[in-house]
């Protein structure tokens, strides 16, 4: 099983913030990706990487931005939130071709005033 | 249909086994999974499998695949309390696409 981290779990912040929403995965998988999931339970893809310096939108437009700079680790940016951006934010991994399982980690619950 | 879907909600009795169904929208994905998702945390891997099998079974777990009817149930036997969390089947290869496509989710509550 993947070991793949989040930081932070919460985060509480006023309009207008930049913020950055971390993720890290210690079993060396090519793939990343960030999931936006809604109150109604969907998830959907935000952004994904097939490794360094590869970076890709989803099939959700967001506003946040994300690099790919170190193979275990996939930063999501917001330049300037806006409640809209309030949401469960889950990254995950996979390194296995073929059957291509995604292992995720715990999600950042990002709440906008 | 262009979403994969599942029921919004279950209800069974602790003990009694609970089926959960899927839809899913393209015969050639490769791959289906199932996760589960408890409140607060991320999704789950609990198993998947590969298009060109019927069944696949993992102790409590039962994978059933109808791939003409592009339908998946799990099953799971002797549900327990600690089951109650929200589960979502998804697909790999929608559509020629390398990505994962998610079902909606369902929610089981165990009941005793």
């Known amino acids: 099983e993947a070991d793949i981290y989040q930081t932070p779990r919460y985060l509480v912040i006023g309009t207008g913030k930049k913020i950055t929403l971390e993720c890290s995965q210690t079993m060396g998988h090519d793939k990343m990706y960030w999931y936006q999931q809604d109150p109604g339970m969907e998830l959907h893809l935000i952004h994904y990487s097939y490794g360094v310096n590869s970076t890709e939108k989803g099939d959700l437009s967001s506003e946040s931005t994300v690099s790919r700079i170190r193979t275990e680790h996939f930063p999501l940016t917001l330049e300037s939130a806006r409640p809209s951006h309030t949401s469960q934010y889950l990254c995950?991994?996979?390194?296995?071709?073929?059957?291509?399982?995604?292992?995720f980690g715990p999600g950042t619950r990002l709440t906008v005033l | 249909g262009e979403d994969v879907e599942q029921s919004l909600f279950l209800s069974v009795r602790e003990g009694d086994s609970s089926v959960i169904n899927c839809t899913y929208t393209d015969s050639s994905s490769t791959y289906l999974y199932w996760y589960k998702q408890e409140p607060g945390a991320g999704l789950q891997l609990l198993t998947y499998i590969f298009s060109n099998m019927d069944m696949k079974q993992d102790q409590r777990l039962t994978v059933l695949l109808n791939k003409k009817d592009k339908h998946l149930s799990l099953r799971i036997a002797d549900t327990q309390t600690g089951d109650s969390a929200i589960y979502f089947c998804a697909e790999w290869g929608a559509g020629g696409g390398n990505k994962l496509t998610f079902g909606t989710g369902t929610q089981l509550k165990v009941e005793l």
């Open positions: 995950a991994s996979s390194g296995r071709p073929g059957v291509n399982e995604q292992f």
